[in-house]
């Protein structure tokens, strides 16, 4: 079955640094999300994006936080000035429609450790 | 508003026990429940989904079935096997949101011993 990739699985980051999330979603896919997840709490939508524009974002995902698809293959999640509290694990899922029918697939995650 | 209250983990169980896992639900209007179910190494996949009252998802074994009057879609499964030690979580979609929104739970985690 086709994937979502994630990479990297573990990024290491100072307090107050740029990071940048990439993930490659599966090739024929329109729509992208980000979700993350801090150790102990729930799986939480940050946001979807679709035809080069977020449609739907959820409180979390403030001016902190911006997406891109760069290219053809890659979508990225960029947060500007991490903080401790940005620390978690960071899915990346993709879906071809929208549809009550349709899937995601999520990729494997990249956990975010700020120092 | 939305959310989804699932069981505290970790469970650990013997092969061939019986698995149950408790989720619950709040939501405006009828959403549709889900299971999803995360593999070491690998990205979350959806085990099973129930769109409507009364409905009973199924997957590899397992169940859930969509009770309105609990707000509830427990996971079962009659005799779980070492190859489903997996983190499993439960979510929530409004109807007539979008796909990719999703609302969780924080997810159980299942050992299951030989």
Redesign the interface.
Known sequence: EP??TQTPSHQVTQMGQEVILRCVPISNHL?F?W?R?IL??????LV?FYNNEI??KSEIFDDQFSVERPDGSNFTLKIRSTKLEDSAMY?C?S?L????N????????TQLSVL | GNSVTQMEGPVTLSEEAFLTINCTYTATGYPSLFWYVQYPGEGLQLLLKATKADDKGSNKGFEATYRKETTSFHLEKGSVQVSDSAVYFCALKSRGSTLGRLYFGRGTQLTVWP
């Open positions: 994937e979502v729509y999300y979700y997840q102990g709490q729930k799986v939480e939508f979807s449609s739907e899915f899922a879906s429609r929208q549809g009550d349709e899937k995601l697939f999520f990729g494997s995650g």
